[in-house]
């Protein structure tokens, strides 16, 4: 049995008045895909929000490998290996891509202002292995070749590429993709279908994915669970979802 | 041309109708005892007119006059420059005779020339200061008089009141306009944008009023006047030694006493300093650090994403950008050798910030010229006497209009990867 990576129980983020999410439970075991799916606005990027410290969440309890993580600040959260990307691309448009790459590895590279002053051995060393490492990755989604190219002159689907390498190369256990495959061509999907379980298999990291491509989520998910108005409406495997009742009718409404 | 056309250009010539006569048809003159207005010339009245006649003919074929600034060649920079495979070869060899151009050329030039090349390697570290908060982390601040002045009081009140010697001051001065910078940086780190400006602009204000209306420390607004000199390892500039038993420069040499020789040693130690700003501020461009800059810049959300502590990026560049405009300041006190809140009041700050936009964000070349520029171009158009503000504006305007990323844009730098 695989160990569980992330345990989130009665998740609530309350805006004034309004309840955004009320409850949710998520389990994510090691090397797991895990979806999250619900109709538009039923409150999956704000569970993404409470996971991943840009929202503190109300009620409930966050726990990453066995550690409470709610309340934690959003920089602390992603350097405990919790790394997000977003609905709209965010990527530091008017610096190259290996810049991006860069940046992403800043906590590894910051030693201190004085080494990287004066060019000491320990701090080429150090810059010389984060460049390899950005790399690699660069090369894993097929962009080594732009790596001099400014990031916002990306096509779009490249820019979606680049910012899953930006998230792995701070070499996290549990990836969040928010949204994905929206805006990709069905080749682009196909692609980025086959990288969400490369990620899985060879780098053995968990994925947390907020997806509306149903063929996508259907394909890859190891877990689905389904939110509707912020409320978990159902959870399980792919076949188990596609004939929920309650699921169709949250998605096509009632007769 | 349609009637929008004619509007606007009738509009454009109405207003500068009624600044022209407010600014030149008329003035005010003392006749004999009294104040009286008077009417410009006829010679003047046929000068305005021709102004309103350009600006409304300018308006109506708008269309046109832009066509022509677009025949109008501009000047590719990146083509003068060699190619990048020898540029590389060249460019320690560049830097090298640049700086002995600049270690000689005083010597062979009059006295006023020196001091304003000394006054430009002021603006040129003030300029790249203000470029790390402003073009590199993109936090508009429009208070950086402040530490410009943080700096220098600091060394004029360290000389007048424990006759501290310049040398000792410069690292308390960037020092301490350093530590301004961290404790301003604490309540706008949640602001960007317009608000951070208003908060800065306040700043620079509560800085200048404070030295202003302390007059029992500051001198208030009669300021503080001799202020020590450098000393070039305890050997001083002046015809007489001040201390007993100390000796002058020339004494020690065996030279005639040239008052020159002060005005070179400030305009060498003027482009020390801005070498050790640039080198610095160079490497901390292509650090971690710099690059984090940068990226709050661009995305301060993703930043957060990433696990960049986005406080004490915000914090690193207020406080790096606020020692250098401390340095600046306590050579600008030992050069005037006299400071009053009067060299630090708003101007200041917007000529600074001008200098860093017309350069181009982010780009050391491009302030360095801008620098140049900014602080020349004013002296040489001296003989327009109280014209040359407006002169000095139309500049701007016309370089935003002609080049508005700057007179040098930023590049970024190419990094090789091993292709694996």
Redesign the interface.
């Known amino acids: 049995m695989s160990q569980l990576l992330l345990d989130v129980n009665g998740l609530t983020m309350r805006f004034g008045g309004l309840v955004a999410v009320n409850g949710v439970n998520l389990k994510v075991k090691n090397r797991q895909i895990v979806s999250v799916i619900g109709p538009n606005g039923a409150g999956k990027t704000t569970v993404f929000n409470c996971l ?1 410290g ?1 929202y503190i969440p109300t009620e409930g309890s966050v726990m990453l490998k066995n550690e409470q993580i709610a309340g934690l ?3 602390q959260i ?2 405990k290996g919790l ?2 990307t ?1 609905q709209h691309v ?7 891509v ?3 790459m ?6 590894h ?2 030693t201190n ?1 004085f080494s ?2 004066l ?1 000491t051995p320990n701090y080429r060393r150090l810059e010389k292995d984060a ?2 490492h ?3 990755w ?2 894993e989604v097929g962009l ?1 070749e732009y ?2 190219r ?1 990031a916002g002159n990306l096509a779009y689907g490249q820019q979606r590429r680049l910012e899953i390498a ?2 792995m190369v ?1 070499q996290p256990e549990l990836l969040m993709l928010d949204e994905p495959a929206a805006g990709l061509n069905p080749n682009e999907t196909k692609e980025l279908d086959e990288l969400i379980i490369k990620l899985r298999d060879e780098h053995e990291i968990s994925i947390l994915l907020i997806e509306h491509d149903m063929s996508l989520v259907m394909g890859i998910s190891d877990h689905i669970y389904v939110i509707a108005q912020g409320t978990p409406l159902a959870n399980g495997t792919a076949e188990q979802i596609k004939g929920n009742p309650d699921v169709i009718k949250a998605y096509l409404g009632e007769e | 041309m349609n009637s929008s056309k004619l509007y606007n250009a009738v509009f454009a010539a109405g207003i500068s109708f009624i600044l022209a006569c407010l600014m030149i048809g008329v003035k005010l003159d003392t006749d004999s005892t009294v104040l009286a207005v008077k009417g410009a010339t006829a010679e003047q009245w046929a000068w305005i007119i021709g102004g309103i006649a350009v600006v409304f003919l300018s308006q109506l074929f708008s269309t046109q006059v832009d066509a022509l600034f677009r025949a109008i060649p501009k000047p590719d920079i990146q083509a003068l420059l060699p190619q990048q495979q020898k540029f590389a070869t060249l460019k320690p060899w560049l830097i090298a005779a640049i700086i002995v151009v600049m270690m000689i050329w005083p010597f062979m030039v009059s006295r006023g020339s020196v001091d304003l090349a000394t006054l430009t390697l002021i603006y040129i570290m003030l300029g790249l200061g203000l470029n790390i908060v402003v073009g590199l982390a993109g936090l508009l601040d429009l208070g950086f008089v402040a530490f410009y002045a943080v700096g220098a009081y600091t060394y004029a009140l360290l000389s007048q009141y424990f006759g501290m010697s310049f040398w000792a001051c410069l690292p308390i001065s960037a020092g301490l306009a350093a530590t301004f910078g961290f404790l301003l940086g604490f309540p706008v780190l949640r602001l960007r944008g317009d608000y951070l400006a208003i908060v800065t602009l306040g700043f620079g204000e509560i800085i200048r009023i404070l030295l202003n209306n302390w007059t029992s420390l500051t001198g208030g607004p009669n300021g503080i006047s001799g202020i020590a000199k450098p000393t070039l390892f305890g050997l001083e500039f002046n015809r007489r030694a001040k201390e007993e038993g100390a000796m002058t420069f020339h004494e020690y040499f065996d030279m005639d006493y040239s008052s020159s020789y002060k005005v070179i040693f400030l305009y060498l130690i003027a482009v020390l300093l801005v070498i050790c700003v640039i080198y610095l501020i160079n490497r901390l461009m292509r650090m971690p650090i710099g690059r984090a800059w940068e990226a709050l810049r661009e995305d301060e959300i993703a930043c957060r994403s990433l696990g960049l502590n986005r406080t004490a990026i915000k914090l690193s560049a207020f406080t790096l950008g606020a020692s250098t405009a401390g340095f600046a300041g306590c050579f600008f006190a030992a050069r005037q050798g006299f400071i009053s809140p009067e060299s630090f009041i708003f101007i200041e700050s917007a000529i600074i910030l001008a200098i860093v936009v017309l350069g181009g964000m982010g780009s050391q070349m491009g302030i360095i010229f801008a620098a140049i520029i900014m602080t020349i171009l004013p002296e040489l158009a001296r003989e327009f006497s109280e014209y040359r503000m407006l002169l000095f504006g139309l500049l701007m305007v016309v370089m935003m209009r002609w080049r508005p990323q700057g007179l040098v844009p930023m590049k970024r730098p190419n990094l090789e990867l091993k292709q694996q």
């Open positions: 991943s840009f600040k959003d920089y992603s350097r790394v997000r977003f965010r990527l530091f448009q008017k610096m190259t290996i810049e991006n860069l940046v992403a590895q800043h906590r590279l910051n202002l990287g002053l060019k460049m390899e950005a790399a690699h660069l090369k080594l790596a001099n400014e930006r998230c701070t």
